[in-house]
């Protein structure tokens, strides 16, 4: 039975088949004696957002997830400034006053991103090489130049101002110190693969990020690792989201 004071929080998606989300939010609830609940909201269509808002009165704020980050901006009231820029939102903060209700969307993979990235800059890493194009490297690029370093994508089918996986030769590896791997290749259950990049020409300046975190240790790092390149996993990105959420719905 709910309590009295009980909120409400929750992911929406479609389809939702893993969610550390869920777990993670309801063990902190259990262990810090918070009188608050985390659903799952698998929806099949956006539509569906309001039945769930008018279903749940203490539903308080939202996680987003695919296929719903973009979909959902026109359900907003208010934009945090970066989730504007990247046109990409993944928590919604539900601020419910007598007679109204307002949504405000922010970016967290973002903010994960930079703040995970941040002890890790150092003078020669002022450029990087975001691997791929998607929802999940707009993020990276916004954090990117939020920290003053200067992106590019590189993707298989490269745009104006974009690179091709066939650019990546001695001058553009040795410019860009930072290389993060926003692609899918490597995640599980497909471990044996990863970008096609020069690993050969890593050094020990270089960084190289991957978004993935399971496997703890891709095929990505493995290789970039074998040339002395420093490795870092999604992971701290993906803890440090759902600490942004918790902030973000209780400010
Ligand atoms: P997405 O929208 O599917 O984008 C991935 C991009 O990778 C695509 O736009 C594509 O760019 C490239 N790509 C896709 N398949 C590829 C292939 N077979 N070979 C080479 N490139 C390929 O995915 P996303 O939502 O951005 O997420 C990307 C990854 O980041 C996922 O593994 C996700 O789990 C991870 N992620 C992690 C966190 C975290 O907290 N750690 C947060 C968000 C996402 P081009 O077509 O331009 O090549």
């Known amino acids: 039975m709910a309590g009295k004071g009980e909120r409400i929080f929750g992911l929406i998606g479609f389809p939702l088949t893993h969610s550390f989300s869920k777990i993670y939010f309801n063990q902190k609830f ?134 091709g996986y066939e650019d990546l030769d001695p001058t553009v590896m040795d410019a860009h110190k930072i290389i993060i791997n926003t692609t899918p290749l490597g995640m599980y259950p497909k471990i044996d693969t990863c970008p096609d990049i020069p690993y050969g020409l890593l050094t020990p300046e270089h960084l190289c990020y991957d978004l993935i975190y399971n496997p703890d240790v891709t095929l990505f790092m493995k290789r970039a690792s074998e040339h002395g390149a420093e490795v870092k996993n999604g992971l701290e990105m993906l803890l440090l989201q759902a600490f942004i959420s918790w902030n973000i719905w209780n400010e």
């Open 30 to 163: 259990e262990a810090e004696h918070i009188d608050a609940r985390y659903l799952n909201f698998e929806l099949p269509d956006i539509g569906d957002l309001m039945e769930v808002v008018a279903q749940y009165p203490a539903l308080s704020g939202l996680n987003v997830t695919i296929p719903y980050k973009e979909q959902v901006l026109p359900y907003l009231d208010e934009i945090d400034e970066d989730a504007a820029k990247i046109g990409a939102v993944n928590v919604i903060k539900i601020i419910r006053k007598k007679n109204s209700l307002k949504f405000k969307g922010y970016n967290s993979d973002m903010i994960g991103f930079s703040d995970s990235l941040k002890p890790l800059i150092t003078p020669a890493r002022n450029k990087a090489l975001i691997l791929g194009t998607g929802g999940a490297a707009k993020a990276v690029r916004q954090g990117l130049i939020n920290l003053g370093i200067e992106p590019i994508y590189v993707s298989r089918t490269p745009k104006e101002g974009e690179l």
